[in-house]
């Protein structure tokens, strides 16, 4: 096991003027598991593949514990990659794909038996181990692919959106078998997906990335409660965190005719901002009588059984309309087309400056 860590590492693709990954600087703890999460086109692939020696380092470092592995090829790094299309060899059975990367390296028959017995023990694949892969489920196979990985003793595993090709229900199923088998190895691990959902139930942390640049790593539930920018906030959560871009006042700022106070620090932090984009989950606005709150026009309602989200939105004081979401009881939702008036619950008010996009105050 070990520590890895990026130092200003950049890459450039050629004929690309931006970088894929922009001066990347990233701590990884040893045995920690870590989530880079972003959209399509961030950079949070080419950030594993440069740590896994697939893809060159323009500028920068990365280490893994004590070596500096920058200019290292793949297989003098320690590392096992987990990739997205389980990249099995039909031909061979279960044990021999998960043994093959010992056998090229000269380790014994008996030590390779042993390993893939205990990896296949590990993963519920002792029955299959003479199968080939076209005779199991997807679930199956990416399980074979993460034993091939454990059987290779790496320091670090890398996974590269590895449940991406299975069903919903697979998905949620692997997943927490993936994070319950990190956790019991202690193997330091790199996993990077698009679904947030992944990042937030399986990582210790999670860096968000953005046009090739870290927006912020932090641990899920400080991603979720204090989202360090207007990308975060947006990104993180699902329905997205609200967003209107509005002028203070003293004391706050005004939503739709009604005075919303924000926290000492917060206001000390805006003194002087032109505007500020405030932000409040779905979950944290409340449903309240007529003129204690914002008045807003319910267009749509998802009902999913405990929960309801309702779609709607505000007419402003600038004569502009603002969507809105609240999350409500499922069994008491509002009704399309009426008007219901809702207000954020105390302290569960984020503020952003609405030039930069950083988070303002606390």
């Known amino acids: 096991m070990a520590a890895v860590v990026f130092e200003g590492a950049s890459r450039v693709y050629p004929g690309s003027e931006r970088p ?15 989530v880079l999460v972003g959209p399509s086109g961030c950079g949070k692939s080419t950030s594993l593949r ?34 997205q299309n389980y990249a099995l060899y039909p031909h061979m059975t279960v044990a021999e794909n998960m043994g093959f990367a010992l056998k090229i390296a000269g380790v014994g028959k008996s030590e390779i038996a042993a390993r893939v017995r205990e990896a296949a023990t590990l993963l519920d694949l002792e029955p299959y181990l003479q199968r080939k892969p076209k005779a199991l489920s997807g679930g199956q196979r990416q399980r074979v692919a993460m034993g091939r990985a454990i059987v290779r003793e790496p320091r670090v595993f890398l996974m590269d959106e590895p449940l991406s090709n ?13 994070a319950s088998l990190q956790r019991r190895l202690g193997v330091t ?19 968000v990335l953005r046009d090739g640049l870290l ?20 990104f993180i959560g699902s329905p997205a965190m609200n967003l209107l871009t509005v002028a203070p006042t003293p004391g706050g ?30 979950e944290d606005l409340l449903l309240v009588a007529a003129e204690q709150g914002w008045p807003l026009h319910v267009d749509l309602v998802e009902s999913l059984g405990a929960d309801a989200y309702v779609y709607g939105h505000l007419d402003l004081s600038t004569g502009t309309r603002h969507d809105l979401i609240v999350r409500t009881d499922g069994r008491r939702p509002p009704t399309r087309g009426s008007t219901v008036h809702v207000t954020p619950k105390p302290g569960h008010v984020h503020v952003f400056d609405a030039a930069t996009g950083d988070r303002l105050g606390a």
């Open 50 to 83: 440069m740590l896994a020696g697939l893809e060159e380092v323009d500028t920068g470092t990365i280490r893994i514990g004590e070596r500096d592995v920058t200019n290292l090829p793949p297989k003098d790094r320690d590392v096992a990659m987990v990739f």
């Open 215 to 234: 927006m912020q790593v932090a641990s899920p539930q400080e991603l979720y409660d204090r989202p360090a920018n207007v990308f975060v906030a947006g």
């Open 189 to 207: 691990t790199v996993y990077v997906t698009h679904d947030q959902v992944e990042a937030m139930t399986m990582g210790d942390r999670v860096a």
């Open 166 to 178: 299975l069903d919903a229900k697979l998905r949620v199923q692997t997943r927490t078998q993936i």
């Open 20 to 34: 894929a990954v922009d001066k990347l600087d990233l701590q990884i703890a040893d045995g920690e598991f870590l």
């Open 253 to 282: 700022v005004q939503i739709a005719g009604q005075p919303t106070e924000l926290p000492t620090e917060t206001l000390a932090a805006i003194d002087g901002s032109r505007e500020v984009t405030v932000g409040i989950r779905p």
